[in-house]
């Protein structure tokens, strides 16, 4: 049976499917209420589906319909990039890319690879899911995110993990704390000190507890959060040290915060890029895929004191 349905009925499902509500995506497209609702209900006849929940205040997509939704933004964008390529005008390409991160590895990595994606391609929307390591996983295992920065995939069958870099696990501290003037810190000396740890739900508490088994000396925290931002925003409050991953860390020339290597014992993640192995990213995706293979940070330049002195 034939699909009687355009490509206008297509770009108000996506106006739709992305503000949540029709009288937005009507003015969004530039057609009264009335003909944005026959589009829809046009297409929904042809696809033979629903695809969108309505209520009172909100439209939400159903499953079909997010399912839907995600493959036709990989059609759209292909379209777009395929136009542009024709006319030579790639610098103005359109698009829409969705990166699932840990929240550690948005502040001093993540936002540097937008800045510089977005010198190159300004009209296309970077959205960021940043989650625990378990929800980004999910997310790009559920297709609600093309691809994801995270330390933990590696195991999964189904996700393609392509290593970026090792870092260690380093103290953070604010710059007039006496371990700021260390070259390294055993961790037994962090129990002498007010403590900021992430919580259980964290991944980066589940890999340092299996790490530091067995030790006799632990610290025991005062603070518990779970975002390793938020532990850093409380250092630099006063209120104490964190352990958190290097790459959390601003450089070395951050005004307030310093970073010292933890040893006895040097506990260390991979960071990688995660998405499915079914999957092909759309040409933007791909694009910001291989800048960040490109940009993956280093630990050169970053707040943190040698581990050899």
């Known amino acids: 049976m034939a699909s009687h349905f355009d490509l206008n009925d297509?770009?108000?499902?996506?106006?739709?499917?992305?503000?949540?509500?029709?009288?937005?995506?009507?003015?969004?497209?530039?057609?009264?209420?009335?003909?944005?609702?026959?589009?829809?209900?046009?297409?929904e006849q042809a696809l033979g589906v629903r695809l969108l929940e309505r209520s009172t205040r909100r439209v939400s997509l159903t499953v079909v319909g997010r399912d839907f939704d995600r493959q036709l933004r990989q059609i759209l964008?292909?379209?777009?990039?395929?136009?542009?390529?024709?006319r030579g005008v790639a610098a103005t390409r359109?698009?829409?890319?969705?990166i699932a991160a840990v929240p550690s590895a948005v502040n001093y990595f993540l936002?540097?690879?937008?800045?510089?994606?977005?010198?190159?391609?300004?009209?296309?929307?970077?959205?960021?899911?940043?989650?625990?390591?378990?929800?980004?996983?999910?997310?790009?295992?559920r297709?609600?995110?093309?691809?994801?920065?995270?330390?933990?995939g590696s195991q999964e069958a189904d996700v393609e993990f392509q290593p970026l870099m090792e870092e260690q696990f380093v103290a953070a501290c604010r710059r007039d704390?006496?371990?700021?003037?260390?070259?390294?810190?055993?961790?037994?000396?962090?129990?002498?000190?007010?403590?900021?740890?992430?919580?259980?739900?964290?991944?980066?508490?589940?890999?340092?507890?299996?790490?530091?088994a067995g030790q006799a000396e632990q610290p025991r925290s005062l603070y518990e959060t779970r975002h390793g931002t938020t532990m850093i925003g409380l250092v630099e409050a006063g209120l104490g040290v964190a352990v958190v991953p290097s790459m959390a860390m601003p450089?070395?020339?951050?005004?307030?915060?310093?970073?010292?290597?933890?040893?006895?014992?040097?506990?260390?993640?991979?960071?990688?890029?995660?998405?499915?192995?079914?999957s092909v990213l759309t040409p933007a995706a791909q694009e910001f895929y291989t800048l960040c293979t490109e940009m993956h940070p280093t630990r050169k330049g970053r707040g943190t004191r040698s581990a050899q002195a």
């Open 10 to 43: 297509l770009m108000a499902f996506r106006a739709v499917a992305e503000l949540g509500n029709f009288r937005k995506a009507a003015e969004s497209v530039h057609i009264s209420q009335p003909a944005f609702s026959r589009r829809i209900e046009k297409l």
């Open 77 to 86: 964008d292909a379209l777009d990039t395929t136009l542009l390529g024709i």
């Open 94 to 98: 359109m698009g829409e890319v969705t």
């Open 111 to 141: 936002s540097s690879v937008i800045a510089r994606y977005h010198e190159r391609y300004p009209r296309v929307r970077v959205k960021i899911i940043d989650e625990s390591a378990n929800s980004v996983l999910l997310a790009v295992a």
């Open 143 to 152: 297709g609600e995110a093309d691809f994801g920065l995270n330390f933990v």
């Open 177 to 212: 704390h006496p371990l700021a003037k260390k070259r390294k810190v055993r961790w037994a000396e962090l129990a002498q000190y007010d403590y900021i740890a992430a919580d259980k739900v964290s991944g980066n508490r589940l890999l340092l507890d299996q790490a530091l």
């Open 251 to 278: 450089a070395k020339d951050h005004p307030l915060l310093v970073s010292v290597p933890l040893v006895e014992p040097v506990v260390k993640r991979m960071v990688g890029l995660i998405k499915r192995r079914s």
